[in-house]
C-alpha cells in the first residue's frame, strides 16, 4: 500500500487478555518502530526493528511486551496478561535504513478496562 | 523518557498569524525533527534540520536550531485552521536509530 497501515483501529480488551497489533510498513522501508503514546503526551520508543532483527527493545516496559517480526515486513506487537495501565495508543512507523524521516500508520488505540 | 520539551504546551491564535513553537533537548544529537499530528491520526514529518545547520525553511515553515542551548523553534507564517494540530520536535543521536519525542505543542488557529 501507499502508507504504514495498523490494524485493528481499535482494540478493547479485558484486563487479563493477551492482544496482538499489526504493523504493515511501506514495502522496501528497512527500518520499522513501536511507539507508544498515551493520551496528551508525546510518542514513547518501545523497540526498533531492522528488517527482521530487533536491535533495539530498550523501550519495551516488560517483559509482557513482545515483538517480532519474522520475514521482515509486517511486525506484530504482542501485549501479555494486560493491564488498565497499557491503555494508550501505539503506533508503528516505517523508514529508510536511516532515522531521517518516518512515516507513521494512524495508530491502534487500547483501551483495557 | 522524553529527550524533549516543547514550549508552550497550548498555543490558540487568530488565523492569518504567526505561531511559534519552541523545543528544549538534553543531549547532543545528530538530527532534528518536526512531526505533525491531527487528532487521533498517526503524526507526519514537516521538516528535519540537521545539527551543523542553523536554519531552515519549507513553504510557510521555518525552524531554527541553536546546538549551544540545545534548543529549536518552529515558526508557522499566515497560519490557517487546516494547522490545528499537535506539534512534536524528535532527535536522533548519532549511531542510535531510534527518534526520541518532545510533549508536543497543542496549536489551535481560530478562524
Known amino acids: 500500500g501507499a502508507g504504514v497501515s495498523q490494524s485493528p483501529r481499535y482494540k478493547v480488551a479485558k484486563r487479563g487478555q493477551d492482544v496482538a497489533l499489526r504493523c504493515d510498513p511501506i514495502?522496501?522501508?528497512?527500518?520499522l518502530f513501536w511507539y507508544q503514546q498515551a493520551l496528551g503526551q508525546g510518542p514513547e520508543f518501545l523497540t526498533y526493528?531492522?528488517?527482521?532483527?530487533?536491535?533495539?527493545k530498550s523501550g519495551l516496559p516488560s517483559d509482557r511486551f513482545f515483538a517480532e517480526r519474522p520475514e521482515g515486513s509486517v511486525s506484530t506487537l504482542k501485549i501479555q496478561r494486560t493491564q488498565q495501565e497499557d491503555s494508550a495508543v501505539y503506533l508503528c512507523?516505517?523508514?529508510?535504513?536511516?532515522?531521517?524521516?518516518?512515516?507513521f500508520g494512524s495508530g491502534t488505540q487500547l483501551s483495557v478496562l | 523518557s522524553q529527550q524533549g520539551e516543547e514550549d508552550p504546551q497550548a498555543l490558540s491564535i487568530q488565523e492569518g498569524e504567526n505561531a511559534t513553537m519552541n523545543c528544549s533537548y538534553k543531549?547532543?544529537?545528530?538530527?532534528l525533527q518536526w512531526y505533525r499530528q491531527n487528532s487521533g491520526r498517526g503524526l507526519v514529518h514537516l521538516i528535519l534540520?540537521?545539527?551543523?545547520?542553523r536554519e531552515k525553511h519549507s513553504g510557510r515553515l521555518r525552524v531554527t536550531l541553536d546546538t549551544s542551548k540545545k534548543s529549536s523553534s518552529l515558526l508557522i507564517t499566515a497560519s490557517r485552521a487546516a494547522d490545528t494540530a499537535s506539534y512534536f520536535c524528535?532527535?536522533?543521536?548519532?549511531?542510535?536509530?531510534?527518534?526520541?519525542f518532545g510533549q508536543g505543542t497543542r496549536l489551535t488557529i481560530n478562524p
Open positions: 524528535a532527535t536522533d543521536r548519532q549511531g542510535a536509530q531510534k527518534l526520541v
Open positions: 514495502s522496501g522501508h528497512v527500518s
Open positions: 526493528f531492522q528488517n527482521e532483527a530487533q536491535l533495539d
Open positions: 534540520i540537521r545539527s551543523n545547520e
Open positions: 543531549t547532543s544529537i545528530n538530527n
Open positions: 512507523a516505517s523508514s529508510r535504513p536511516s532515522p531521517e524521516k518516518l512515516f
